[in-house]
């Protein structure tokens, strides 16, 4: 395990070229407090650095994921609204976004609010059967936090977005699925068996290339297309042909030697 800060609300390590974050108030069904929102900047912050990361999966403790802020903490406290996080902090879903790892949100429970904005902002969002969805904030008179109405659309569509977001159906796994917000679902009894393999999967592959398909990724949506084209062919001659090559080759090779059997049989 690599040496990571250690949080009070999120339970964080490093494994190899793999980072988890999970949220670890479980007894809350991990809901959002001041406390977890600031951490969670900081967490993503400090492994936003660490070059060593490729995957990032975020995760919760428990049967639930995120299901939002914690109201009854909020409604015990008289106070809590006089301890919001810095504005800083909502640059959290920006991280998952932005970051050079590939980021895949597991979702293993309730997702709604910041924790569905939070998953929104990830490269890649798996669910267990079990998970339940909802926006959830204009039902208490709130707009939306974490980037999520610029998220939500690139993943679901402009249409989808607005009915997530307005009307906030309560929605299942396979209701995700269909709209696109989840791409696999597994039944629950196997979905940490199933999100292990994926895992091991994704950490297998070359580290630079994930790397530089993200930057891909997040320049596409700020340049023009010549432009993006310019840095994308950089990047992609550069690591046709320098360090690591040989094994670009290799596997390009064992890829053309599998299409002949393939087509041999």
């Given at each position: 395990?690599?040496?990571?800060?250690?949080?009070?609300?999120?339970?964080?390590?490093?494994?190899?070229?793999?980072?988890?974050?999970?949220?670890?108030?479980?007894?809350?069904?991990?809901?959002?407090?001041?406390?977890?929102?600031?951490?969670?900047?900081?967490?993503?912050?400090?492994?936003?650095?660490?070059?060593?990361?490729?995957?990032?999966?975020?995760?919760?403790?428990?049967?639930?994921?995120?299901?939002?802020?914690?109201?009854?903490?909020?409604?015990?406290?008289?106070?809590?609204?006089?301890?919001?996080?810095?504005?800083?902090?909502?640059?959290?879903?920006?991280?998952?976004?932005?970051?050079?790892?590939?980021?895949?949100?597991?979702?293993?429970?309730?997702?709604?609010?910041?924790?569905?904005?939070?998953?929104?902002?990830?490269?890649?969002?798996?669910?267990?059967?079990?998970?339940?969805?909802?926006?959830?904030?204009?039902?208490?008179?709130?707009?939306?936090?974490?980037?999520?109405?610029?998220?939500?659309?690139?993943?679901?569509?402009?249409?989808?977005?607005?009915?997530?977001?307005?009307?906030?159906?309560?929605?299942?796994?396979?209701?995700?699925?269909?709209?696109?917000?989840?791409?696999?679902?597994?039944?629950?009894?196997?979905?940490?068996?199933?999100?292990?393999?994926?895992?091991?999967?994704?950490?297998?592959?070359?580290?630079?290339?994930?790397?530089?398909?993200?930057?891909?990724?997040?320049?596409?949506?700020?340049?023009?297309?010549?432009?993006?084209?310019?840095?994308?062919?950089?990047?992609?001659?550069?690591?046709?042909?320098?360090?690591?090559?040989?094994?670009?080759?290799?596997?390009?090779?064992?890829?053309?030697?599998q299409i002949q059997a393939d087509h041999a049989e």
């Amino acid at each position: 395990m690599g040496g990571v800060t250690r949080w009070e609300t999120l339970d964080v390590s490093v494994d190899g070229p793999v980072a988890w974050v999970r949220f670890n108030r479980p007894r809350q069904r991990n809901s959002v407090t001041t406390e977890m929102a600031v951490e969670m900047y900081g967490a993503l912050s400090e492994l936003a650095a660490l070059d060593t990361v490729s995957v990032l999966v975020l995760t919760g403790n428990g049967d639930a994921f995120c299901p939002g802020a914690d109201l009854r903490a909020a409604a015990e406290d008289g106070q809590a609204a006089r301890r919001l996080p810095d504005p800083e902090t909502y640059q959290s879903a920006r991280l998952l976004h932005e970051m050079p790892a590939l980021t895949v949100a597991a979702i293993n429970g309730a997702c709604a609010g910041a924790g569905f904005a939070w998953a929104a902002a990830c490269d890649v969002r798996v669910a267990a059967a079990s998970a339940r969805f909802a926006t959830a904030f204009l039902p208490v008179g709130l707009p939306g936090e974490l980037g999520l109405a610029w998220t939500l659309p690139r993943s679901v569509g402009a249409t989808r977005a607005r009915e997530l977001l307005f009307l906030a159906p309560k929605i299942d796994a396979e209701q995700a699925r269909e709209y696109g917000f989840v791409s696999r679902v597994w039944p629950a009894e196997s979905f940490q068996r199933e999100l292990d393999g994926l895992v091991t999967q994704l950490a297998g592959r070359r580290p630079e290339a994930i790397r530089e398909m993200k930057r891909n990724l997040v320049e596409a949506e700020r340049l023009p297309l010549g432009d993006y084209i310019t840095g994308e062919s950089a990047r992609y001659l550069a690591l046709l042909t320098g360090d690591g090559a040989d094994s670009v080759r290799d596997r390009m090779a064992q890829r053309r030697d599998q299409i002949q059997a393939d087509h041999a049989e």
